[in-house]
């Protein structure tokens, strides 16, 4: 049983790491990827419909993204869905083709996208702290209903603050990755 519970945190930890990892991608660096663009929805007949959904997203050059909508008809709202975006690109629409100029990132503008990435990482170590206490829950639930001993229920969390320290350690660490990244000019 107690097995079962770890292994569960050990899964949903995991799962937290990932989360963090696909939010970080979707922040900009000074080069352009399609990732960029992952977390933008356009209102598409009245339903919230990702962009990766209506359109082909292409890199052409290391600093232009191009998207070209499948229907035509919805090439406005993709152009608005990205400028209202908080990615700080602007659109250039020919009709049939959006383009993407991904300028050199600013100082100032650097310090921001660090502070964006910090608050996805703690919302991640959030996640992994809610796991903890989920488990914990569990452990004295257990406990409390004579399926477990003290003993056991003290070494079982533990386990559970020794995964929440590993996966905690590797989100910092993935976090330090990206602000290098991000402040490398």
């Known amino acids: 049983m107690i097995e079962d519970l770890l292994q569960d945190a050990n899964r949903r930890m995991d799962r937290s790491i990932e989360a963090v990892r696909n939010e970080f991608n979707t ?28 359109a082909t997203i292409n890199v052409p050059e290391s600093r232009l993204l191009t998207v070209q909508p499948f229907d035509p008809g919805s090439l406005r709202a993709i152009e608005r869905a990205i400028q209202e975006s908080d990615l700080g690109l602007t659109p250039s629409n020919d009709g049939k083709l959006i383009r993407l100029p991904i300028p050199a990132l600013t100082e100032e503008r650097r310090k921001e996208l660090v502070k964006v990435i910090r608050h996805m990482a703690e919302e991640g170590r959030i ?45 910092d660490e993935v976090l330090k990755h990206k602000e290098a990244e991000i402040l490398e000019v």
């Open 27 to 54: 922040v900009r660096t000074g080069r352009a990827s399609t990732a960029l663009l992952d977390r933008i929805e356009i209102d598409y007949y009245g339903q919230r419909t990702p962009l990766k959904q209506l």
């Open 127 to 171: 996640a992994i702290r809610n796991v903890r206490r989920d488990v914990i829950h569990h452990l004295k639930e257990l406990a409390n209903d004579g399926e477990v001993g003290g003993d056991e229920e003290r070494r079982a969390e533990e386990r559970v603050q020794k995964l929440t320290d590993e996966h905690t350690k590797t989100i």
